[in-house]
Each structure stands twice: as structure tokens, then as C-alpha cells.
């Protein structure tokens, strides 16, 4: 039986995902998976917990963070002061200095996709958001570098796990043992994590296909025989292997929901986002044009889809359609 203790602490954010999970985990070196958004707020509930459960926040040795956003590492700027060691993957280590030169590839690479999609007139507001997203990360060094398959020091039985899909710099703690997986915002019980369209590293081109990332990463729950999720969000995901199957279907379902949408004409990306999200599709612009392109992904990987550029926006259409022309 593993000795080990995980201890869900739950802090509140300022985002519409509501509070989110860090787990502190008592193994050999007393480890915090994730650490919050940085408010006041949520520091002195992080440092109140951790009171509670007999350990003071100088007491934890080493940061797990599962991937860059801010409701997952903004409070680590309150342990700098501490000797604490942070650990993630290669891609997070920008966001996490807030490097001016890979946020200039960012926006760059955003502009092309906004072009594409047919909303270059809403870049600008998109990066000022993203911008306002990162009052509440934090801006540190990271000491471990970990990739698929790599143990961490301190925290033996425990793999890394690569899970890109929701971030590029994902990952989740594996335990091999019982199958036990701190998944970040992997898996989440109560709602859908969205494949989130991010540029690639500074020096590459090719956009990362995120859904289908995505899909590749939950199968991973079934192919590790994982048996449990702690989840950033909500409560834990107790038949994680049935929940993958679920949304799996359902995004195969919302693609051929987007096939019947362009089966009689040819439409821009941010067309059929209206279409699919007509009430929030403007107010949650990073989000919806997300999930319509990644599902644009998912139907032309499978050859479903023909793809046409006029004036350097790109019109999608059904396969059996092909042969009409763009407006």
C-alpha cells in the first residue's frame, strides 16, 4: 500500500473556470503540483490550507507546474523567496519569464491565424486579453526541465507524463502503481478542456494541431491503465478510461455537426464559429475559434474537408462539395 499523501487544495481565481485544484503530495520531498492564480486572495487561502494540514509553505521543496496558465502558476512568484525548485516542460519556460521576444512570435503567429480565419480585425483586442491573462502568471526561472517518461527527484513511483492538447507544455504525474494521475487540465470531470490554439516555439513555423494533440494524449489514460484523475478543476475523475470514450464521441460528433454546416457552400473559419457558438462566439473569441478549428483539423486529417485561400482568408468545405467555388 503507497504511504503517500495527495491533498487537493482548492483556490479561488478570477476567471470563469472557477476555483482551481494545486495538490500538495507528501513523498520524500514535499511537492506542490501547481500552485494558483497570483491574488492576495488565493495566496492566503493557499497559505491557510497548507497551515491546516500541518506545514507551512517554506516546507514545500519543489513546484511541479502542469502547464503555463495563469490560474496554474501565478502564485509561484510567492515562493522565489523560498529555496524551492520548479519543474515543467521545455515550452512553458518562456511563458513563465514572459519573454518579450517569444510574446512578439506569439502575436505574430496569432495575426496569421486571425487572417486566416477571416478576423483579422479582432488581433489587436485578442492580444491586449492575452496581455490582461498575464497580470495574474508569474515571472520565474525554472531549474528541471522534464519531458515524456522522466522521474522526478524526490517523488520516486511517479512518471511524467506528456498530455499537449489543453497546453503545448502539458504534463501530468503518473503513478504506476495504482494508476493514480494528477492531471492538470487534462481530464476535468464537470466540463470539456479545450484544445487552445498556441503558437509554436520560437523557430518554428507549423501551427500545432491541438485537437488532435489532444486526442492522442487522452487516449494515453486508457493505454496507462490510469485508474484515477486529480483534476485542476472539480472533483476527481473516478472512470477516467469511460470519460475518454465520451469525449472522443463528442467531438466526432461536433465534427459532423461542422460537415453538414458547409456541405452546400464554403465558409470562413469565424462563419462557422458563429454558427456553433452564436451567443458567446464574440465574448469567448479565443476559446470558440479554438474548438471550430481544431475540429477543422479533425475533418481534414480524415480527408473530409477541402481547404481553399481567397485573399488570404481560408474557406473550408465538405469533400463532396469541393467542386463549387468560394463566394
Known sequence: MNSERIHCISLPTPFAVGDVNVYL????????????????????SLKRQIDALGFQVSDIEQVVLTHHH?????????????????????????????????FEHHDAFYLTVYREMGIEKFHKKAMETVRGYLDYSCTIDVDVVVEEGDAIDGLPGWTVVETLGHAQGHLSLLRDTDGVMIGGDHLIKHISSNALIEPPPIGETERPKTLLQYRDSLMKVIDR?????YAGHGKPVEHPKEL???RLLKQEERADDILKMISQEALTGFEICQKLFPTIFLKELGLTMSETLGHLDLLKRDDRLKVVEKEGVLYFQAKEVAKHECR
Do not use: C, Q
Open 70 to 102: 495563469p490560474d496554474h502558476v501565478g502564485l509561484s512568484d510567492y515562493f522565489t523567496e523560498h529555496s524551492v525548485r520548479f519543474i515543467t516542460m521545455a515550452y512553458n519556460l518562456p511563458w513563465l519569464k514572459k519573454d518579450p521576444a517569444f
Open 25 to 44: 503530495i507528501e513523498s520524500e520531498k514535499l511537492t506542490l503540483v501547481d500552485t494558483g492564480p497570483k491574488t492576495d486572495e488565493a495566496w492566503a
Open 225 to 229: 491503465n490510469v485508474i484515477k484523475v
Open 244 to 246: 475518454v470514450h465520451l
